[in-house]
């Protein structure tokens, strides 16, 4: 994929036992792996896979997020979902 504008990264997660992947221009989707490099190989295959299928059905790209905003948006999910 050629879309400079996403960027991905990998977090531990203690409660899944494993790497989280997470893109900044695709907040709901994530991917689950053992190892970090899986982890973000994984998420960027997603991303692959999203990012023809819009354009193919002339929808818009999605527009990055900055990781501090997506960061809260994170945390606002995850606490609404608690609720």
């Known amino acids: 994929?050629?879309?400079?504008?996403?960027?991905?990264?990998?977090?531990?997660?203690?409660?899944?036992?494993?790497?989280?992947?997470?893109?900044?221009?695709?907040?709901?989707?994530?991917?689950?792996?053992?190892?970090?490099?899986?982890?973000?190989?994984?998420i960027r295959a997603l991303v692959d896979d999203i990012v023809p299928d819009l354009l193919a059905n002339g929808e818009p790209l999605a527009q990055p997020v900055p990781w501090d905003a997506f960061d809260a948006m994170q945390l606002d999910a995850a606490i609404g979902s608690v609720g």
């Open 1 to 42: 994929m050629n879309e400079p504008r996403y960027k991905f990264r990998a977090s531990w997660s203690d409660d899944d036992g494993a790497w989280v992947g997470a893109c900044n221009g695709f907040l709901l989707v994530s991917h689950i792996a053992p190892t970090q490099a899986e982890c973000l190989r994984g």
